[in-house]
Structure formats: structure tokens, C-alpha cells
């Protein structure tokens, strides 16, 4: 069973992907996660949990969700995790959560796709030809990566190095709480009223007051709010005004007609 959480579509669609090669079901955990609902998940085949990066890791609200969560049938689980290119000690973290569930960790496997932080100006935004260029590269590994899941061999990705471990183990809380704040997200008025926001949002961090979004105070900039609005009504400061919004689905028709 392929489960996944995307906040903008790329880590949908490389599970997605994974799931067809694998003949297998593939789970959107949003909903669940929203709801906190952890009810049974049962597999024959091995888990394939897939996840995007936020700050040198899987979000932190899908490893607690997972630690909370019974599985079974399978004991092996596989990671997949989508990036901007640099996973940082996400394998390590989903090892040690795996292996506290008394399952088998099987590796993780690491997909370079377009970063959709756009959020932040700490990175100058991709170029079409770099966005297009990352996408077909990660469609041009899928095959390998699920042929490894298939015969049951381990995924096998960079080894991480002690020092990332130990700056980041620390450092990430303390970013996460003072960094990834709610509080410069606004709607303009394009805004429409439909409501997206707060669906997409896996904190339900998001309430509609008067047909606009207003944002609570938990948040972990996943993007899903301003990537996923169907008018491009939300902003974040002053950064975000003049980028494009990402969202996986700008896109789809790079790959539509690949396999
Ligand atoms: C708040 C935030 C932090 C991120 N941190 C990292 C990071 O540490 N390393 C990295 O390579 N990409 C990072 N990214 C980029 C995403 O991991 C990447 O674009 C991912 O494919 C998004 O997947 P999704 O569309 O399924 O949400 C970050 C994105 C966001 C929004």
C-alpha cells in the first residue's frame, strides 16, 4: 500500500506513479491526518509511505500521524521522499520511527523535484527549463525504484553524516516554531470564498471568517494554502506577490504522455 501527504502535488504524483508500477492502492492521508483518524491500515504488500522535505525532514505532522498509526499485515515499510535536492536526515528520522513500530525499515529512495517554497526568498525561483528538467528526471527513475520495491530489495540513498544529524536534531524545532509562522499569510481580494485553503490545510490551521481565509497559529509553511488556490488569492508578505505559485499540476502534461 502506497500512502502519501502532498502539500502541492509532486510527492501525489511520484506515489501515484509508484502505486501503477506496483499494482497497488495508493492512499492520499490528508484526510486522515486532518481528522486524526488512525484507524487500522492493512497491507499485503510492503508500505510505501511518501512524503515531501520540510526543513531536512518528512513534516512533522505526518511522523507524529505515524507514530500513532497501526499497520497491518506487512511488516516492511519503504520511504519516498520529494525534495528541492536535499533530504537532509529525513532517512535516519523515518528509520528510527519505523523501527520504534517494530516493523522493518527498507530504505528510503530520494526524488529531486521543483521546490515549491515560494514563501521564502532565501531561493531565487526555478527557471521553466529547471522545473521541467527536475520533473522528467524524477519520471525517468520511477521504474527503478519501483523494480527495487517489487523484487523486495532495500532502497539505498545518501549517506547522511553525523554532523547533519547533530546540527539538526536541535536546530529544526526552534526554526520550525519561530520561522514557519502563520502570521504574513493573507488572502487579496481575488479571493472567491470556495474554501480550498482550508481543506488542503493538515494542521487545520485555516477557518473561513466572512467567506476569507484566516490562519491560526499553527503552521509549517507546507504551502498547500497558497499552492493549491484556485485563483491565486493567498500571499506571504511581500515575498510571494510577483512569483508563481507552484503547483504539480501546472505541469502534469510534461509527463502525461511518457509511459
Ligand atoms: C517549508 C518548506 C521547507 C522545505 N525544506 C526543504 C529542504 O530542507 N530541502 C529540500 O530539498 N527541499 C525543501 N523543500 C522543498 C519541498 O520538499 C519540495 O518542493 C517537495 O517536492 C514538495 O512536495 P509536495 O508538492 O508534495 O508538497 C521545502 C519546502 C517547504 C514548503
Excluded at 519505523?98 to 521564502?120: D, I, L, Q, W
Excluded at 544529524?165 to 502563520?182: D, E, G, I, Q, R
Aim: proline share 3%; glycine share 6%; net charge positive.
Amino acid at each position: 500500500m502506497v500512502l502519501y501527504y502532498s502539500a502541492t502535488g509532486n510527492t501525489e504524483y511520484i506515489a501515484q506513479e509508484i502505486a501503477k508500477r506496483l499494482d497497488d492502492e495508493c492512499l492520499n492521508l490528508l484526510d486522515r491526518i486532518k481528522a486524526k483518524d488512525n484507524s487500522l491500515l492493512r497491507s499485503k504488500k510492503p508500505f510505501v509511505i511518501c512524503a515531501p522535505i520540510i526543513v531536512c525532514e518528512m513534516p512533522r505532522f505526518l511522523s507524529d500521524y505515524l507514530e500513532n498509526q497501526s499497520f497491518l499485515g506487512s511488516r516492511e515499510v519503504y520511504f519516498i521522499f520529494t525534495s528541492g535536492g536535499y533530504c537532509g536526515i529525513a532517512g535516519v528520522l523515518a528509520k528510527k520511527l519505523v523501527e520504534k513500530k517494530m516493523m522493518t525499515y527498507c530504505g528510503h529512495a530520494e526524488f529531486r523535484m521543483p521546490r515549491n517554497y515560494v514563501a521564502s526568498d532565501a531561493y531565487s525561483q526555478h527557471t521553466q527549463e529547471e522545473i521541467e528538467e527536475r520533473i522528467l528526471e524524477s519520471h525517468s527513475k520511477l521504474d527503478d525504484v519501483a523494480e527495487l520495491i517489487k523484487s523486495g530489495q532495500e532502497l539505498s540513498a545518501r549517506k547522511v553524516q553525523l554532523w547533519e544529524t547533530v546540527v539538526t536534531v536541535p536546530f529544526n524545532p526552534v526554526w520550525v516554531k519561530y520561522k514557519l509562522t502563520a502570521k504574513d499569510f493573507y488572502s487579496t481580494d481575488k479571493c472567491i470564498g470556495c474554501g480550498m485553503c482550508e481543506r488542503r490545510c493538515p494542521l487545520n490551521n485555516i477557518k473561513l471568517k466572512d467567506k476569507r481565509p484566516v490562519w491560526g497559529n499553527s503552521c509549517t509553511h507546507c504551502m498547500a494554502c497558497i499552492g493549491n488556490c484556485p485563483v491565486e488569492a493567498i500571499e506571504y508578505g511581500d515575498i510571494t506577490q510577483k512569483k508563481e505559485k507552484y503547483n504539480f499540476s501546472k505541469y502534469r502534461h510534461l509527463v502525461k504522455d511518457l509511459d
